[in-house]
């Protein structure tokens, strides 16, 4: 909701798009440096008052943006504060899911968060989108406030970031992404989201004119992805899981460019859709299982930051293709994320790992002691 709120607001203000999209590049910057490194302060201070910390910082950001009149540099520095204060929900959840469950439910419950975040795209966009134009573009920023602390504060004080810590990294910022898994995991995820933030900027300009096919479009992508996510995620994780879940989505998005019809971009999304959730579910388990529990944090930090950043390119590619040779143009773009994705993922199948029989949890950290002697 934030970056579609934040955009509406500069544009309202400014009469200018390109003013917005400095604002909103900004505060995609601010979230992309802020992933690794506010994930990783949670094992030094603890989750509660890194959470806390960053709420609150970001609702005043983002307050001051809806509130107070100001400048375009302004606007830039606040969006960047912004983005660099989002609280770490992501990591800190994901951190926590090894110690809720038993080993064998933990693929099974990556799978349901990828598939629950399908909810979230559906109707996150639609809810901001409607606020804005309805009742302005104020009121819809101070919803994102209304969302970002109360669910916020709900997180924060559910039981259980109490009974867990995160012990702190004995290793460098960044050491983590030298684990070939977590490094595919992040090239992986940046490829994914790519190809669908690519294809919602070409289901928006496909049906410029008509918003409620583009919504209905978009919704239909999403179920596919959450029936993929429901119906695929008891399935045990070998090393060609990947491949094969980016071969159905590749499929999927290849299969828009025969027509721009809104019944066969409504199915042949709907297909590419069916494989998103299963390897969003990969990332999150091949991620768990390849850190000691001290790293899990900072890894799904650069596993966002790689999406994030993959958002970004995957949303300016489409732009520029559907400036130059109209909304096919952003099918092409993801068509070629995907694919690169699968390319990836069948180049280096020997560095995923094979979950298939094994414990997908944190590996423990230990240390030697003392002994006498």
Same mark, same amino acid.
């Not at 970002?148 to 983590?176: D, K, N, Q, Y």
């Given at each position: ?8 607001? =500069? ?29 990783? +302060? ?111 504060? +709900? ?79 008891? *399935? ?11 071969? =159905? ?33 990969? =990332? ?17 930090? +650069? ?5 994030? =950043? ?6 300016? *590619? ?56």
């Amino acid at each position: 909701m934030t970056s579609l709120a934040v955009l509406l607001h =500069i544009e309202h203000v400014t009469g200018s798009y390109g003013a917005a999209g400095l604002v909103l590049a900004a505060t995609s910057v601010g979230q992309a440096v802020a992933g690794p490194i506010t994930s990783r +302060w949670m094992g030094r201070w603890g989750m509660r008052p890194v959470l806390s910390v960053t709420l609150v910082i970001c609702a005043m950001a983002v307050l001051t943006i809806a509130l107070a009149p100001l400048t375009v540099p302004v606007y830039m520095v606040l969006g960047f504060v912004a983005g660099l204060s989002t609280p770490p929900v992501q990591s800190a959840v994901r951190t926590i899911y090894p110690k809720m469950v038993p080993a064998k439910q933990l693929t099974p419950l990556y799978s349901l968060d990828a598939s629950l975040q399908e909810i979230i795209w559906i109707f996150a966009p639609v809810l901001v989108t409607f606020v804005g134009t309805q009742a302005g573009t104020v009121p819809a920023l101070l919803l994102v406030v209304v969302f970002l602390v109360g669910g916020g504060a +709900w997180f924060i004080l559910s039981p259980e970031l109490g009974r867990v810590r995160i012990p702190p990294s004995r290793r460098g910022l960044g050491r983590v992404l030298a684990k070939p898994p977590v490094l595919l995991a992040t090239a992986v995820g940046f490829l994914l989201v790519g190809a669908i933030a690519a294809t919602e900027a070409g289901v928006v300009a496909t049906f410029d004119h008509g918003g409620l096919e583009a919504g209905l479009v978009l919704a239909v992508f999403s179920v596919g992805s959450l029936a993929g996510g429901l119906a695929l995620g008891h *399935i045990p994780i070998g090393r060609w899981a990947m491949a094969r879940r980016l071969l =159905i989505v590749t499929i999927g998005l290849a299969l828009t460019m025969v027509s721009l019809n809104v019944w066969w971009l409504g199915g042949t999304l709907i297909l590419a859709g069916i494989g998103i959730a299963p390897a969003l579910a990969v =990332i999150f388990a091949m991620t768990s299982a390849s850190v000691k529990f001290s790293e899990t944090a900072e890894a799904y930090g +650069w596993v966002g930051t790689g999406q994030l =950043i993959g958002a970004a390119a995957g949303s300016a *590619i489409a732009g520029f293709l559907i400036d130059g040779i109209g909304p096919t143009g952003a099918y092409v773009a993801a068509t070629a994320f995907a694919a690169a994705g699968l390319l990836v993922a069948v180049a280096f199948v020997r560095w995923f790992p094979d979950l298939r029989h094994r414990d997908v949890s944190p590996i423990p950290d230990t240390e030697p002691i003392s002994t006498v002697t």
